[in-house]
Protein backbone atom coordinates (compact mmCIF):
# COMPACT_ATOMS: atom_id res chain seq x y z
CA UNK A 1 0.00 0.00 0.00
CA UNK A 2 1.03 3.56 -0.68
CA UNK A 3 1.63 5.61 2.66
CA UNK A 4 0.73 9.15 2.14
CA UNK A 5 4.16 9.63 4.32
CA UNK A 6 5.90 8.76 0.83
CA UNK A 7 5.05 11.97 -0.77
CA UNK A 8 8.48 13.45 -0.68
CA UNK A 9 8.00 16.36 -0.74
CA UNK A 10 6.92 15.78 3.18
CA UNK A 11 10.32 15.17 3.98
CA UNK A 12 11.35 18.48 2.66
CA UNK A 13 11.84 21.67 5.59
CA UNK A 14 13.78 24.62 5.06
CA UNK A 15 15.31 26.78 8.01
CA UNK A 16 16.21 30.01 8.72
CA UNK A 17 17.10 31.50 11.85
CA UNK A 18 13.39 32.34 12.45
CA UNK A 19 11.30 30.42 10.07
CA UNK A 20 10.46 26.94 8.96
CA UNK A 21 9.13 26.49 5.65
CA UNK A 22 7.42 23.20 4.34
CA UNK A 23 5.83 21.98 1.46
CA UNK A 24 2.12 22.35 2.14
CA UNK A 25 0.19 19.64 4.05
CA UNK A 26 -3.73 19.42 4.47
CA UNK A 27 -3.52 20.96 8.06
CA UNK A 28 -1.43 23.91 7.37
CA UNK A 29 -3.53 24.66 4.12
CA UNK A 30 -6.38 25.12 6.87
CA UNK A 31 -4.34 27.29 9.47
CA UNK A 32 -3.28 29.29 5.98
CA UNK A 33 -6.78 29.50 4.78
CA UNK A 34 -7.35 31.08 8.48
CA UNK A 35 -4.51 33.07 8.50
CA UNK A 36 -5.85 34.81 4.63
CA UNK A 37 -9.07 35.28 6.17
CA UNK A 38 -7.91 37.94 8.69
CA UNK A 39 -6.25 39.80 6.24
CA UNK A 40 -3.53 39.95 3.93
CA UNK A 41 -3.63 43.42 2.92
CA UNK A 42 -6.14 46.41 3.16
CA UNK A 43 -9.06 46.50 1.10
CA UNK A 44 -8.53 49.14 -0.82
CA UNK A 45 -5.45 47.75 -2.25
CA UNK A 46 -4.40 44.78 -4.65
CA UNK A 47 -1.09 43.05 -4.63
CA UNK A 48 -2.38 40.41 -6.61
CA UNK A 49 -3.20 39.74 -10.55
CA UNK A 50 -5.68 37.25 -9.57
CA UNK A 51 -7.91 39.32 -6.54
CA UNK A 52 -8.10 35.75 -4.43
CA UNK A 53 -8.59 37.84 -1.64
CA UNK A 54 -11.89 39.71 -3.14
CA UNK A 55 -13.75 36.79 -2.74
CA UNK A 56 -16.10 36.51 0.47
CA UNK A 57 -14.40 34.27 3.85
CA UNK A 58 -16.28 31.03 3.21
CA UNK A 59 -15.45 30.90 -0.61
CA UNK A 60 -11.77 32.22 0.19
CA UNK A 61 -11.01 29.57 1.99
CA UNK A 62 -12.67 26.91 0.25
CA UNK A 63 -10.28 28.78 -3.15
CA UNK A 64 -7.41 28.50 -1.29
CA UNK A 65 -7.56 25.12 -0.29
CA UNK A 66 -8.52 24.00 -4.03
CA UNK A 67 -5.69 26.26 -5.66
CA UNK A 68 -2.85 24.11 -3.50
CA UNK A 69 -4.22 21.12 -3.75
CA UNK A 70 -4.00 22.07 -7.65
CA UNK A 71 -0.25 22.76 -7.55
CA UNK A 72 0.46 19.90 -5.82
CA UNK A 73 -1.43 17.67 -8.38
CA UNK A 74 0.18 18.99 -11.15
CA UNK A 75 3.52 18.92 -9.92
CA UNK A 76 6.07 16.81 -12.06
CA UNK A 77 9.69 16.67 -12.61
CA UNK A 78 9.06 19.16 -15.89
CA UNK A 79 7.10 21.46 -14.35
CA UNK A 80 6.06 22.04 -10.78
CA UNK A 81 5.30 24.67 -8.13
CA UNK A 82 5.80 24.06 -4.44
CA UNK A 83 3.89 25.94 -1.83
CA UNK A 84 6.11 26.17 1.06
CA UNK A 85 3.92 27.23 4.49
CA UNK A 86 5.81 29.55 6.81
CA UNK A 87 5.93 29.04 10.50
CA UNK A 88 7.12 30.81 12.95
CA UNK A 89 7.34 28.79 16.53
CA UNK A 90 5.19 26.16 14.62
CA UNK A 91 2.33 28.72 13.57
CA UNK A 92 1.71 29.52 9.91
CA UNK A 93 1.73 32.88 8.99
CA UNK A 94 1.92 32.88 5.45
CA UNK A 95 3.08 30.82 2.51
CA UNK A 96 6.55 30.83 -0.36
CA UNK A 97 5.74 29.41 -3.67
CA UNK A 98 8.67 28.26 -5.97
CA UNK A 99 7.53 27.87 -9.36
CA UNK A 100 10.07 26.19 -12.47
CA UNK A 101 8.71 25.41 -15.75
CA UNK A 102 10.50 22.84 -17.78
CA UNK A 103 13.77 23.11 -14.86
CA UNK A 104 16.13 20.95 -16.55
CA UNK A 105 16.89 23.13 -19.22
CA UNK A 106 15.85 26.10 -18.50
CA UNK A 107 17.06 26.24 -14.33
CA UNK A 108 15.52 29.01 -13.91
CA UNK A 109 12.61 29.46 -10.74
CA UNK A 110 9.97 31.97 -10.20
CA UNK A 111 8.14 33.15 -6.87
CA UNK A 112 5.57 34.60 -5.42
CA UNK A 113 4.50 35.36 -1.71
CA UNK A 114 2.41 36.48 1.12
CA UNK A 115 1.80 36.69 4.70
CA UNK A 116 -1.23 37.29 6.44
CA UNK A 117 -1.33 41.13 7.72
CA UNK A 118 -0.25 40.90 11.45
CA UNK A 119 2.83 39.33 10.16
CA UNK A 120 3.95 41.81 7.49
CA UNK A 121 7.20 44.43 8.00
CA UNK A 122 9.47 42.51 10.46
CA UNK A 123 11.73 41.20 7.98
CA UNK A 124 9.93 37.61 7.27
CA UNK A 125 9.25 38.61 3.58
CA UNK A 126 12.87 38.66 3.16
CA UNK A 127 13.56 35.71 5.01
CA UNK A 128 11.62 33.43 3.53
CA UNK A 129 12.56 35.15 -0.30
CA UNK A 130 16.20 34.64 0.58
CA UNK A 131 15.53 30.87 1.85
CA UNK A 132 13.59 30.04 -1.34
CA UNK A 133 16.43 31.60 -3.43
CA UNK A 134 19.18 30.11 -2.09
CA UNK A 135 17.34 26.59 -2.22
CA UNK A 136 17.09 27.27 -5.88
CA UNK A 137 20.47 28.12 -6.46
CA UNK A 138 22.42 25.88 -4.02
CA UNK A 139 20.60 22.96 -3.62
CA UNK A 140 18.68 22.76 -7.21
CA UNK A 141 21.28 24.29 -9.13
CA UNK A 142 18.94 27.40 -10.82
CA UNK A 143 20.63 29.31 -12.71
CA UNK A 144 18.02 32.97 -13.09
CA UNK A 145 15.04 33.94 -10.77
CA UNK A 146 11.83 35.94 -11.86
CA UNK A 147 9.20 37.43 -9.31
CA UNK A 148 7.48 40.85 -10.51
CA UNK A 149 5.04 42.88 -8.41
CA UNK A 150 2.77 45.95 -9.34
CA UNK A 151 4.65 49.58 -9.00
CA UNK A 152 2.65 50.36 -6.15
CA UNK A 153 3.31 47.62 -4.46
CA UNK A 154 6.35 48.80 -2.45
CA UNK A 155 7.28 46.14 0.53
CA UNK A 156 7.46 43.56 -2.19
CA UNK A 157 9.80 45.23 -4.82
CA UNK A 158 11.54 46.58 -1.64
CA UNK A 159 11.73 42.73 -0.60
CA UNK A 160 13.21 42.32 -4.33
CA UNK A 161 15.39 45.05 -4.28
CA UNK A 162 17.13 43.80 -0.93
CA UNK A 163 18.06 40.61 -2.02
CA UNK A 164 19.24 41.57 -5.61
CA UNK A 165 16.80 41.67 -8.20
CA UNK A 166 17.33 43.99 -11.67
CA UNK A 167 14.62 45.15 -13.35
CA UNK A 168 13.58 43.68 -16.48
CA UNK A 169 11.09 45.75 -18.08
CA UNK A 170 7.49 45.63 -17.33
CA UNK A 171 3.86 44.02 -17.99
CA UNK A 172 0.32 45.44 -18.56
CA UNK A 173 -1.72 43.54 -16.59
CA UNK A 174 -5.95 44.55 -15.76
CA UNK A 175 -6.56 44.40 -12.29
CA UNK A 176 -10.57 45.06 -10.98
CA UNK A 177 -11.25 45.81 -14.34
CA UNK A 178 -8.60 48.63 -14.61
CA UNK A 179 -5.00 48.45 -16.42
CA UNK A 180 -1.94 48.01 -13.90
CA UNK A 181 1.77 48.09 -14.20
CA UNK A 182 3.83 45.44 -13.18
CA UNK A 183 7.80 45.36 -12.83
CA UNK A 184 9.51 42.03 -14.00
CA UNK A 185 12.30 41.31 -12.29
CA UNK A 186 14.98 38.86 -12.64
CA UNK A 187 17.80 37.75 -10.50
CA UNK A 188 20.82 36.27 -11.74
CA UNK A 189 22.41 33.63 -9.04
CA UNK A 190 25.55 35.31 -8.19
CA UNK A 191 23.46 38.48 -7.99
CA UNK A 192 21.91 36.79 -4.80
CA UNK A 193 22.77 39.42 -1.96
CA UNK A 194 23.29 36.59 0.83
CA UNK A 195 21.67 36.66 4.44
CA UNK A 196 24.58 36.87 7.28
CA UNK A 197 23.09 33.05 8.27
CA UNK A 198 22.81 29.85 5.97
CA UNK A 199 20.07 27.96 5.05
CA UNK A 200 19.67 24.33 6.57
CA UNK A 201 17.82 22.22 3.89
CA UNK A 202 17.21 18.65 5.09
CA UNK A 203 14.65 16.16 3.02
CA UNK A 204 16.03 17.08 -0.33
CA UNK A 205 17.10 13.50 -1.17
CA UNK A 206 14.13 11.96 -1.56
CA UNK A 207 12.55 14.93 -3.81
CA UNK A 208 15.25 15.85 -6.42
CA UNK A 209 13.98 13.34 -8.75
CA UNK A 210 10.76 14.87 -8.78
CA UNK A 211 11.60 18.20 -9.16
CA UNK A 212 13.80 17.75 -11.95
CA UNK A 213 16.89 18.64 -10.46
C1 LIG B 1 5.23 41.49 0.19
C2 LIG B 1 5.42 40.80 1.54
C3 LIG B 1 5.48 39.29 1.33
C4 LIG B 1 6.75 41.31 2.14
O1 LIG B 1 6.94 40.73 3.39
P1 LIG B 1 7.33 41.62 4.66
O2 LIG B 1 7.67 40.70 5.76
O3 LIG B 1 6.26 42.62 4.89
O4 LIG B 1 8.65 42.34 4.10
P2 LIG B 1 9.95 42.78 4.92
O5 LIG B 1 9.53 43.25 6.28
O6 LIG B 1 10.95 41.70 4.85
O7 LIG B 1 10.47 43.98 4.02
C5 LIG B 1 9.60 44.99 3.59
C6 LIG B 1 10.41 46.17 3.10
O8 LIG B 1 9.54 47.07 2.39
C7 LIG B 1 9.62 48.35 2.98
N1 LIG B 1 8.33 49.00 2.82
C8 LIG B 1 7.13 48.61 3.31
N2 LIG B 1 6.18 49.47 2.94
C9 LIG B 1 6.78 50.43 2.20
C10 LIG B 1 6.33 51.60 1.53
N3 LIG B 1 5.04 51.95 1.54
N4 LIG B 1 7.24 52.34 0.83
C11 LIG B 1 8.54 51.99 0.78
N5 LIG B 1 9.04 50.87 1.42
C12 LIG B 1 8.15 50.11 2.10
C13 LIG B 1 9.99 48.08 4.42
O9 LIG B 1 10.53 49.24 5.04
C14 LIG B 1 11.02 46.97 4.23
O10 LIG B 1 12.25 47.47 3.75
P3 LIG B 1 13.52 47.75 4.71
O11 LIG B 1 13.88 46.43 5.34
O12 LIG B 1 14.54 48.29 3.80
O13 LIG B 1 13.04 48.72 5.76
C15 LIG B 1 4.28 41.14 2.53
O14 LIG B 1 4.31 42.52 2.83
C16 LIG B 1 2.91 40.76 2.01
O15 LIG B 1 2.48 39.63 2.18
N6 LIG B 1 2.19 41.72 1.37
C17 LIG B 1 0.84 41.46 0.87
C18 LIG B 1 0.84 40.44 -0.26
C19 LIG B 1 1.82 40.79 -1.33
O16 LIG B 1 2.01 41.94 -1.67
N7 LIG B 1 2.44 39.74 -1.90
C20 LIG B 1 3.38 39.89 -2.97
C21 LIG B 1 2.65 39.95 -4.27
S1 LIG B 1 3.80 40.31 -5.59
Not at 14 to 22: A, D, G
Not at 45 to 63: I, K, S, Y
Not at 69 to 77: C, E, I, T, V
Request: charged share 25%.
Amino acid sequence: MFDLDQWPLHQLVLRTPRLELRPDDDAGLAELASVARKGVHPPEQMPFAFPWTDADPDELGRNLVQYHWSMRAALNPRDWTVQFLIRVDGQVIGCQGLTATNFALSREVSSGSWLGMDWQGQGYGTEMRAAVLMFAFDHLGARTARSGAFLDNASSRRVSEKVGYRADGTETWIRRGAVATQTRLLLDAGDLRRPDWSLSVSGLDACRSLLGA
